[in-house]
Nanobody
Framework: VQLQASGGGLVQAGDSLRLSCAASGRTFSNSAMGWFRQAPGKEREFVAA????????YYADSVKGRFTISRDNTKNAEYLQMNSLKPEDTAIYYC???????????????????????WGQGTLVTVSS
């Protein structure tokens, strides 16, 4: 099973980027998926998550209103549209997926890294001021 994150790069403050995460080895169309990030010298933190149905999305306060998570089950993929990027968004972004199928959780559960069993290798996003 592999999650491949892509789409990172160097942008200026205010720009947009769209991250993609392609899954292979098993289907995640019925599993929760999420994005986390780790800035230099900091711990990994939650960014966004989407329920297995796609009907519920969750965001860290720091990105709410600027980032949008989505999924395409036909492509076994998830995406993170990032708008109005800020220098503090600079980090390695990791996609993640739950191994459980058709399982819903409380909101706070989605925020915890322990929910996710599969992780991508990360893609670097650098936002210059």
């Amino acid at each position: 099973v592999q999650l491949q994150a892509s789409g990172g790069g160097l942008v200026q403050a205010g720009d947009s980027l769209r991250l993609s995460c392609a899954a292979s080895g098993r289907t995640f169309s019925n599993s929760a998926m999420g994005w986390f990030r780790q800035a230099p010298g900091k711990e990994r933190e939650f960014v966004a998550a989407i329920s297995w149905t796609g009907e519920s999305t969750y965001y860290a306060d720091s990105v709410k209103g600027r980032f949008t998570i989505s999924r395409d089950n036909t492509k076994n993929a998830e995406y993170l549209q990032m708008n109005s990027l800020k220098p503090e968004d600079t980090a390695i972004y990791y996609c993640a997926a739950d191994s459980s199928i058709r399982t819903a959780y409380t909101r706070l559960r989605y925020y915890t890294a322990g929910l996710y069993d599969y992780w991508g290798q990360g893609t670097l996003v650098t936002v210059s001021s």
